[in-house]
Nanobody, 121 residues
Framework: EVQLVESGGGLVQAGGSLRLSCAAS????????ISWFRQAPGKEREGVSC???LYADSVKGRFTISNDNAKITVYLQMNSLKPEDTAVYYC???????????????????WGQGTQVTVSS
């Protein structure tokens, strides 16, 4: 059974940092691609990054992606956080080559439960 578990969210002041983790289990890392999405209150879910690329222009230069093959874990390091980064952050997996990138949520079959990130001004 494929499972994704996010962690690392929380409350932080503007300018602060958080590192989100997405721990995956139930599949071989090379057989799936994993991406990060976020959904702010009252807004549609948007793609943040795939395993190798940041999608959203608003996070480029502030967020970085990394992964640990042995742990099948993907990380999203978020620096210089802004209030507009406040959202529930999700990781999602799709049966696709590991480095396949898509910002469309409809291409992903498995989702974590989400982790709340709140940035205060």
């Amino acid at each position: 059974e494929v499972q994704l578990v996010e962690s690392g969210g929380g409350l932080v002041q503007a300018g602060g940092s958080l590192r989100l983790s997405c721990a995956a289990s139930g599949f071989t890392f090379d057989d799936y691609t994993i991406s990060w999405f976020r959904q702010a209150p009252g807004k549609e879910r948007e793609g943040v990054s795939c395993i190798s690329t940041l999608y959203a222009d608003s996070v480029k230069g502030r967020f970085t992606i990394s992964n640990d093959n042995a742990k099948i874990t993907v990380y999203l390091q978020m620096n210089s956080l802004k209030p507009e980064d406040t959202a529930v952050y999700y990781c999602a997996a799709a049966l696709a080559p590991r480095y396949y990138c898509s910002g469309s949520e409809y291409e992903y079959d498995y989702w974590g439960q989400g982790t709340q990130v709140t940035v205060s001004s």
